[in-house]
T-cell receptor
Framework: DAKTTQPPSMDCAEGRAANLPCNHSTISGNEYVYWYRQIHSQGPQYIIHGLKNNETNEMASLIITEDRKSSTLILPHATLRDTAVYYCIVMDSNYQLIWGAGTKLIIKP | DAGVTQSPTHLIKTRGQHVTLRCSPISGHKSVSWYQQVLGQGPQFIFQYYEKEERGRGNFPDRFSARQFPNYSSELNVNALLLGDSALYLC?????????????FGPGTRLTVL
């Protein structure tokens, strides 16, 4: 079973920051949080991952709460091409990615 | 650099047939994982291979099998196809296996079973 819960859908205006929440209250000490996105049945695209500290790369920022029970993916300036299903995933103890249903993010002009 | 490649891109089979899907990992990556994604759902883990050995298996019947070759490419085989096997089959590669290592996905093979 997936270890994460996400809202099924969200809207964001083009040019604004998109903030996607994720709950992972049962996460254990060594488990990383990964974010992927999938555009229209293409292969999932890796975005970012983290363990405890906040992380930033050229695509997004990942904010993890101090208790590690939740995180937020931030796309700083959303464009129409960011419309996709976003998955928040915790890698399980067998190093497998266990996926939930994700959040369908729609960027509106 | 080439990413993960999969072949074929699309495939149509009939019930009871057998299918072989192929995956070439990113150069230098030694681990390959296979996932099944049914329409409207997130991917479901099938297998993981590392250094030609099976390291993990998801909750799939024995009709599903896989192997990894010395060049780290991989095949997924499905026997006695059922209508419910229709899905997007995804292959992902990573340099090593373990927490913190990132899996990179190929474009997938769309299998339709009639």
């Amino acid at each position: 079973d997936a270890k994460t819960t996400q809202p099924p859908s969200m809207d964001c205006a083009e040019g604004r920051a998109a903030n996607l929440p994720c709950n992972h209250s049962t996460i254990s000490g060594n488990e990383y949080v990964y974010w992927y996105r999938q555009i229209h049945s293409q292969g999932p695209q890796y975005i970012i991952h983290g363990l405890k500290n906040n992380e930033t790369n050229e695509m997004a920022s990942l904010i993890i709460t101090e208790d590690r029970k939740s995180s937020t993916l931030i796309l700083p300036h959303a464009t129409l091409r960011d419309t996709a299903v976003y998955y928040c995933i915790v890698m399980d103890s067998n190093y497998q990615l266990i996926w939930g249903a994700g959040t369908k993010l729609i960027i509106k002009p | 650099d080439a990413g993960v490649t999969q072949s074929p891109t699309h495939l149509i089979k009939t019930r009871g047939q057998h299918v072989t899907l192929r995956c070439s990992p990113i150069s230098g990556h030694k681990s390959v994982s296979w996932y099944q994604q049914v329409l409207g759902q997130g991917p479901q883990f099938i297998f993981q291979y590392y250094e030609k050995e099976e390291r993990g298996r998801g909750n799939f019947p024995d009709r599903f099998s896989a192997r990894q070759f010395p060049n780290y490419s991989s095949e997924l085989n499905v026997n006695a196809l059922l209508l419910g096997d229709s899905a997007l089959y995804l292959c992902a590669s990573s340099s090593l296996t373990g927490w913190g290592y990132t899996q990179y996905f190929g474009p997938g093979t769309r299998l339709t079973v009639l």
